[in-house]
C-alpha cells in the first residue's frame, strides 16, 4: 500500500502545474515589448485587469521595449509553457524576420497562439496650416516637385513606417520617408510644416485632430472609421488597392497545453464583449477583434509574408 501511495504521489508530481490544479495557480505576466503610453500598452492594462477578474489572479503587464520587440518575445519564448507568462503579439512580429539577420526564436514555431485581440487603422495626417486639404492634394504636390515633399513615421522597420513606404510604393510617389525617434516628435515636425505629412496610428492623433493641430488627410482602414466619419480612406483617395491594419493578440509559450490556451481565449472573448471595454476602445478606432487560436496563428503567418514583401521592395536592409 505505501509502494502505491507513493508511486501516486510521484505521479502527481510529475503532472504539469495546470493538471495538478485550477489554472492559473499563481500572478500572470503579460510582456508587452513597447513602453507605457501606445496601443498595445493600454489595450494590455485595460484587458488585463478584466482578465483578472476572471481567471482569478493577478495580469501583470510588464514592458520590456526593444528593437523589433525582442527582448520581450524572447523572455516568453523561454518561459516555462504553464499559461503564467504571455506575450502581447504585435504586427511587429511579421516585420522583425526580415529586418534582423539573426533572431533568438522563431516568431511563429515558438509559441502557441491565444487569439487575437484588436485591430486599428493608421492615419495619413498634414499640418492644420498645411495646403493640403486631401490626399489627393499631397500626392500631387509630390509628384509635381520631386523631392520637395517630406513624408514622415516613427523608426525604421515598424509597421507604421513600413505602411507609408507601401503607400509609396504604390502611389509612385517621388518622396523622402523622414523617421523620427518618437510619436511626439513626428506629430510635431508634422504640424509645423518640417515634413509635409505623416504616417501614424490613429489612436495616438485624434486628440492633435481635434484639437485643430493636424488635419485628417484619409485613413488606411478597408472603410471609413466611424469616429472620424467625414476622413475618406485611402483606397477612396486614388488608391484602391491600399488598405493596412494593425492589430494585436496574445500568445503563449511553445508547448502550452491546449486547454490552458482554451481557457485563456474563452477569457479574452468574454472581456472584449464586456461594454465598458468597447467603449474605452472604440473611440480611439480600436475594435475588438478576437478569434480562434488557429485564426491568430494564421494571421501573423499571412503578414510576414506581406511585409516580407513590403520589406524587399523598400530595399532595407537587415540589421
Known amino acids: 500500500m505505501k509502494r502505491i501511495l507513493l508511486a501516486a504521489l510521484l505521479a502527481c508530481a510529475a503532472l504539469p502545474a495546470w493538471a495538478q490544479g485550477a489554472y492559473p495557480n499563481r500572478p500572470i505576466r503579460w510582456i508587452v515589448g513597447f513602453g507605457a503610453g501606445g496601443v498595445g500598452d493600454m489595450t494590455a492594462r485595460l484587458v488585463g485587469q478584466k482578465l483578472s477578474e476572471g481567471l482569478g489572479q493577478p495580469v501583470v503587464v510588464e514592458n520590456r521595449p526593444s528593437a523589433g520587440g525582442i527582448v520581450a518575445t524572447e523572455t516568453v519564448a523561454r518561459a516555462a509553457p504553464d499559461g503564467h507568462t504571455l506575450l502581447l503579439v504585435t504586427a511587429t512580429a511579421a516585420t522583425a524576420p526580415h529586418l534582423f539577420s539573426t533572431l533568438p526564436y522563431h516568431p511563429i514555431n515558438d509559441f502557441e497562439f491565444v487569439s487575437q485581440i484588436a485591430s486599428f487603422p493608421h492615419i495619413i495626417v498634414t499640418g492644420a496650416n498645411a495646403p493640403y486639404r486631401s490626399l489627393q492634394d499631397l500626392m500631387a504636390a509630390s509628384r509635381a516637385t520631386p523631392g520637395q515633399v517630406n513624408l514622415g513615421s516613427v ?165
Not at 511626439?184 to 504640424?191: I, S
Not at 464586456?274 to 501573423?300: F, G, K, S, Y
Open 155 to 319: 523608426s525604421v522597420g515598424t509597421a507604421l513606417h513600413l505602411s507609408l513606404a507601401l503607400f509609396q510604393s504604390m502611389g509612385n510617389l517621388p518622396v523622402e520617408i523622414v523617421t523620427y525617434r518618437t510619436t511626439g516628435d513626428l506629430l510635431n515636425a508634422t504640424a509645423t510644416g518640417d515634413i509635409g505629412g505623416a504616417m501614424e496610428v490613429a489612436a495616438t492623433t485624434l486628440g492633435q485632430i481635434s484639437g485643430g493641430r493636424l488635419r485628417a488627410l484619409a485613413v488606411t482602414s478597408p472603410r471609413r472609421i466611424d469616429v472620424l466619419p467625414g476622413v475618406p480612406t485611402v483606397a477612396e483617395s486614388g488608391l484602391p488597392d491600399y488598405t493596412v491594419m494593425t492589430w494585436n493578440g496574445m500568445a503563449a509559450p511553445r508547448g502550452t497545453p491546449r486547454p490552458v490556451v482554451d481557457r485563456l481565449n474563452a477569457e479574452l472573448r468574454r472581456v472584449l464583449a464586456l461594454p465598458e471595454i468597447r467603449d474605452r476602445l472604440l473611440p480611439l478606432a480600436v475594435v475588438p477583434t478576437p478569434t480562434t487560436p488557429e485564426a491568430m496563428r494564421q494571421l501573423l503567418v499571412d503578414e510576414t509574408a506581406l511585409w516580407g514583401r513590403v520589406i524587399t521592395a523598400a530595399k532595407i536592409e537587415r540589421r
